[in-house]
């Protein structure tokens, strides 16, 4: 069975996650409840912006209207500022009683019982939706309550259902409904922890292609932890500080969004998405300080910081997203596959807020969940992205480091060769005329010598011989450059060289078969030229065993002559290959290495390239590319 690749295995991870953390969702979403719901309320308009639970309650009831759970929000006049309801209290025969509201928006609810404050909530959760828990403790024997929700201009009121039960129960569906985003946030802040302590650990380079991804995570995470209710309700937290943890951790994202992406696909046409990190970096710093100077001016400034950080700055991100999305489609279409990976999981997102923002404009009951599930494939998308990366330096430093040791190889091999080079520039010539003053002798010897003496005396002239063959190696190596250059024809130098060599392959048991184009020139010495390939057939011709056969093939391919010497002899190692043309290393038992060297020294003075492919028991190739004449 074969096991997976790494890549597939975490594909087939990842999507065994999402499988397992959708049903979390639907199980929030549509959990059942922990009590009865509230059927109908009265709702009466206020235009005078003044919270007086005394006032309401002694208005005639022609300014009441009855509302039913079923029927939506009823739609604000121009001039109300805010908005009373009221609702008999419940009686739930519980210890502890409390209400669930189950969407409430507005800038601040205040909750009434017998002109009392039993319950306050201020500066809520960008005028968005939000659920709100009450504690009823302490309000038995009581008749009605009053619901005071102000919207300070804003859109405000109450819609869905009011749930009234036990507030151990009701706050642990809260919380079951509530837990997921927790979760999530959560899971982003660990991600970018683990993340961040492994970018520590790299270089600079490194670390800054992670680090603004780092920031997008976490903030993520913090703008999941403080959007949902959780907090204010479960841990006490005030409003205006998880709204301001809220807003700076989109202050982060923004920005740092922008330069990771630009890291990814650089400064955009026109440097526009340079442009854009340049202006969003100055407007997030002045965000920051319109945050400050509110903060200390106990919120004054409300109205303003919200057309700056929600208005304006919404419409700025959807302008972003958009530009970004295009950039993105623009790159996939062209083959970026980064392009194709972020645009991917962008459009998720972009699919599920859309469907979402459909539904709740159809219904307004519908309470929006599944963006956030987008969030995580758009975030996990961003990561896969910067794996990508990681992984393509990686592979760049590998493909650096063969470089580098096949540079060494070479750089070894070379200077092995001039080494070579200068002791057959000072010693050959040295040693040969020596060598052939006693051959000499020695044949005059042997004329005067009788049987038995001739035989030792010819035995001592055959090594002086291949002794001097070698001497004749050296100079060839010393000296490959071509003394005339010649343009001669391939096939025809290679069916001479075939026609020397035939004898011997026959004493081997072996043939040899040519295949050769006519037409084919190249520029250099013919003699060379013969030497270089007496040597490769003949090294292949001591290769072979039994039925052995041996293609010399030779073909055009665009401006090169490519020939081919393959035979089906014994073959060699891939660790024999790597020492091939080096000097003194041979396979053959009484081999000096220097036949196949001065063979590589020649192919390298005619401006080609040789290169062996073989297996053991199976042959080995040689390939010898050359460079046409046909046109020179």
């Given at each position: ?91 739930t ?23 009392k ?8 959760m ?19 309550l ?10 405000f ?21 509530n ?44 703008l ?21 943890c ?47 100077v509110?903060t ?19 419409l ?7 530009y ?23 459009s998720i ?25 987008g ?25 650096y480091?063969?470089d ?34 006693t ?99 003949k ?14 093939a ?5 401006e090169?002559?490519?020939i ?38 020649i ?21 010898v590319?050359?460079?046409?004449a046909?046109?020179?």
């Open positions: 069975m074969k096991l997976p690749s790494m890549k597939a295995a975490a594909a087939i991870l990842m999507l065994l996650l999402l499988i397992a953390i959708v049903p979390i969702g639907i199980a929030a979403q549509w959990g059942g409840g922990a009590g009865f719901s509230i059927p109908d309320w009265e709702l009466k308009w206020e235009t005078s912006g003044i919270c007086d639970p005394a006032a309401a309650a002694e208005a005639p009831d022609s300014e009441w209207v009855q509302v039913d759970m079923h029927s939506g929000r009823p739609a604000a006049p121009a001039e109300a500022s805010a908005a009373w309801l009221r609702f008999p209290l419940p009686v025969g519980e210890r502890n009683p409390a209400l669930l509201i189950n969407k409430v928006t507005g800038h601040s609810l205040k909750a009434y019982v017998d002109h404050l039993i319950y306050e909530s201020q500066n809520l960008n005028d968005d939706e939000r659920k709100v828990l009450i504690p009823l403790s302490g309000t038995e024997g009581h008749s009605w009053y619901l005071w929700n102000s919207g300070g201009g804003r859109s009121g109450i819609d869905g259902e009011i749930t009234a039960g036990n507030y151990g129960k009701l706050l642990a569906f809260y919380v079951k409904q837990l997921p985003d927790m979760v999530i946030g959560a899971a982003f802040l660990f991600v970018g922890a683990a993340l961040m302590g492994c970018l520590l650990f790299l270089k600079l380079d490194f670390f800054k292609g992670g680090f603004f991804l780092v920031l997008v995570i976490v903030s993520f995470g913090v999941f932890i403080s959007y949902s209710p959780f907090l204010p309700v479960i841990l006490r937290i005030p409003d205006h500080w998880t709204q301001t809220f807003d700076l951790a989109l202050f982060t994202l923004l920005p740092s969004f922008t330069i990771y992406f630009e890291q990814i696909f650089g400064a955009g046409k026109y440097r526009l998405i340079t442009k854009l990190r340049n202006f969003q970096l100055g407007y997030s710093l002045f965000c920051l300080v319109f945050l400050i509110n200390l001016l106990s919120y004054r400034l409300d109205e303003l910081y919200r057309i700056a950080t929600v208005d304006f700055l919404g700025m991100m959807m302008a972003q997203f958009i970004l999305l295009y950039v993105t489609l623009y790159a996939a279409f062209k083959g970026n596959r980064d392009a194709v990976i972020f645009s991917t999981g962008f997102f972009a699919l599920l807020s859309l469907t979402e923002l459909i539904l709740y404009y159809a219904n307004n009951s519908y309470h929006l969940q599944w963006w956030k599930w969030v995580i494939v758009f975030v996990a998308s961003l990561i896969l992205i910067l794996g990508r990366r990681f992984a393509g330096n990686h592979e760049q430093v590998l493909e480091s063969r580098l040791e096949k540079f060494n190889d070479d750089l070894q091999r070379s200077e092995k060769m001039e080494i070579i080079s200068e002791l057959a520039a000072s010693v050959a010539h040295e040693v040969r005329n020596p060598l052939q003053v051959r000499g002798f020695l044949q005059i010897l042997g004329e005067r010598s009788d049987q038995k003496e001739k035989e030792y005396l010819q035995m001592a002239m055959e090594e002086l011989d291949r002794a001097s063959l070698i001497i004749t190696d050296f100079l060839t190596f010393a000296k490959p450059g071509m003394d005339t250059l010649d343009r001669f024809e391939v096939a025809e130098e290679l069916r001479h060289v075939s026609g020397v060599l035939v004898p011997l392959a026959h004493l081997q048991g072996g043939t040899i078969e040519l295949n050769l184009q006519n037409g084919l020139q190249v520029l250099g010495s013919t003699s060379k030229f013969k030497q270089a390939f007496i040597n490769l057939i090294n292949a011709i001591e290769s072979l065993e039994e039925e052995g056969r041996i293609t010399v030779a073909w055009r391919s665009g090169h002559i490519i081919s010497v393959r035979d089906n002899g014994e073959g060699m190692k891939m660790s024999e290959l790597a020492h091939l043309g080096e000097p003194y290393y041979s396979n053959k038992k009484k081999g000096t290495g220097l036949g196949l060297m001065v063979t590589f020294r192919i390298e003075a005619m401006n080609g390239s040789i290169q062996f492919q073989s297996k053991k028991g199976e042959g080995t190739e040689v390939i590319k050359l460079p046409s046909a046109n020179k």
